[in-house]
């Protein structure tokens, strides 16, 4: 059962994420893709709070929530070719603040995502 309730997740988790991709892509123009941005920020403080609150135990509520949806949701594949796309059109510097800024809001989510949770 957990690998059926897994596969129902992770699609649910693509469905969201091209939903915030695309609604953040309508309504934001910017340099670089910050639907993506906002997808993975999100995806990080989500597995920051599910790291704390299922620690320990729950095996199959974390596989469903943190592989199943999250793995889903989250994309660190279309974020490397947002950033080797911004490399091919001459924008390094993009494609450096695209990255670079992506991993600090990332690594910061998990960290408040862990705080918020109490662990």
Aim: charged share 10%; proline share 2%.
């Amino acid at each position: 059962m957990t690998w059926v309730l897994l596969a129902l997740a992770g699609g649910i988790g693509a469905a969201c994420r091209f939903w915030l991709d695309s609604f953040v892509g309508r309504r934001l123009r910017a340099a670089v893709p910050l639907g993506t941005i906002a997808v993975n920020v999100t995806a990080c403080l989500a597995i920051g709070l599910l790291a704390g609150w299922l620690l320990v135990g729950h095996d199959d509520l974390r596989t469903v929530l943190g592989t199943g949806f999250l793995g889903g949701y989250s994309t660190f594949s279309t974020a490397s070719v947002e950033g080797a796309r911004l490399l091919r059109a001459g924008r390094p510097w993009g494609a450096a603040v695209h990255a670079g800024g992506m991993l600090l809001l990332s690594v910061a989510a998990c960290w408040a995502g862990l705080l918020l949770s109490g662990a």
